[in-house]
């Protein structure tokens, strides 16, 4: 793609954006976030922790929660986080059982998130939905679960990687702190960027080339990082705090998620252009038809129904 065909698959992106409904499907993915994020984030820390110290791994989480979401839509989260840790701690049977829970809980987030990329890619699974087929589609969106936290360690090993080699450096050859900075930053959007490009390439009932997810993934993390800023304005001029009450870190986790699916689903609708428009094009998998071929298929099974046969034969 070249640069001046930029402009024009955005705007085709926005298009596409608005006739798939993506704010509906962004409120409804906000709805299951709530029951999913403390979960997927005490999974996510609890791997991490297996290499660092747990005390190390959440402040750690913290910093890039707040790089990510802003300070206000941080506390919201680490206190939903602290809450699920806490019921995690309690008994051996009770601990396993809140282990299924919390993986049950995490891959929520992740089916809802995957029918949503289905109705934006165009595609529809097949009927005849089997216990096996049910199976693996749990198990798809448990292993997104723990690539989270696989993606977690790997965000703090390059932080600690960063940390180490900049006192080196500067033992050797002093240079300005936010040069270090803007690396650290780079680091966790080049993570982010991973994140997303295995959520459109993973999640779908869809074909996609690796090289077709890239420019997308990079645009939905550099809208996911504005959107931070933004998000920081709106919670700094607003007095939701007040208004809400104890309920008010809901209230901002579900607007920074709010934020985070529309801009998810943008991206997805740019990787759909892009992929058709200049790529390989998006093929549904051996699972999933299209939109299309679903609506054509449920129009010939109700013309062969034997009242409308019958009414067909009095017309003539």
């Given at each position: 793609m070249r640069a001046r065909d930029f402009p024009s698959v955005l705007l085709e992106s926005?298009?596409?954006?608005?006739?798939?409904?993506?704010?509906?499907?962004?409120?409804?993915l906000a709805f299951y976030s709530i029951f999913s994020l403390a979960p997927l984030l005490v999974i996510a820390v609890s791997i991490a922790a297996l290499v660092?110290?747990?005390?190390?791994?959440?402040?750690?989480?913290s910093a890039q929660l707040e790089a990510l979401a802003g300070p206000r839509a941080a506390d919201a989260l680490e206190t939903l986080l602290?809450?699920?840790?806490?019921?995690?701690?309690?008994?051996t049977f009770t601990a396993i059982a809140g282990i299924a829970v919390l993986l049950f809980g995490a891959s929520g987030v992740f089916a809802?998130?995957?029918?949503?990329?289905?109705?934006?890619?165009?595609?529809?699974?097949?009927?005849g939905r089997t216990l096996l087929r049910l199976i693996r589609d749990r198990l798809m969106t448990f292993s997104m679960v723990l690539s989270i936290g696989f993606?977690?360690?790997?965000?703090?090993?390059?932080?600690?990687?960063?940390?180490?080699?900049?006192?080196?450096?500067?033992?050797l050859l002093p240079l300005p702190v936010f040069l270090w900075q803007t690396l650290d930053f780079l680091a966790s959007l080049s993570v982010i960027t991973v994140l997303?490009?295995?959520?459109?390439?993973?999640?779908?009932?869809?074909?996609?080339?690796?090289?077709?997810?890239?420019?997308?993934?990079?645009?939905?993390?550099?809208?996911?990082?504005?959107?931070?800023?933004?998000?920081?304005?709106?919670?700094?001029?607003?007095?939701?705090?007040?208004?809400?009450?104890?309920?008010?870190?809901v209230i901002i986790v579900l607007l920074w998620v709010y934020y985070s699916a529309c801009?998810?689903?943008?991206?997805?609708?740019?990787?759909?252009?892009?992929?058709c428009k200049f790529g390989s094009g998006i093929i549904p998998d051996n699972r999933a038809m299209l939109w299309s071929e679903a609506v054509h298929a449920r129009l010939i099974s109700e013309l062969d129904r034997p009242q409308i046969r019958s009414r067909a034969a009095r017309v003539e």
């Open positions: 926005a298009g596409a954006w608005v006739e798939d409904n993506a704010l509906r499907l962004s409120a409804s660092f110290s747990e005390e190390t791994v959440r402040e750690q989480v602290a809450a699920t840790a806490t019921q995690k701690r309690t008994g809802e998130l995957k029918d949503a990329l289905n109705t934006i890619w165009g595609v529809v699974v097949k009927p993606l977690l360690l790997v965000s703090l090993l390059l932080s600690a990687i960063l940390t180490a080699l900049s006192k080196y450096m500067n033992w997303f490009a295995m959520i459109f390439k993973i999640l779908p009932n869809v074909r996609i080339g690796w090289r077709d997810v890239w420019l997308g993934a990079a645009v939905t993390s550099l809208l996911f990082v504005l959107g931070k800023f933004l998000i920081g304005f709106y919670l700094g001029a607003s007095s939701i705090t007040s208004a809400y009450g104890a309920a008010a870190s801009t998810l689903f943008f991206g997805a609708e740019f990787t759909k252009v892009y992929a």
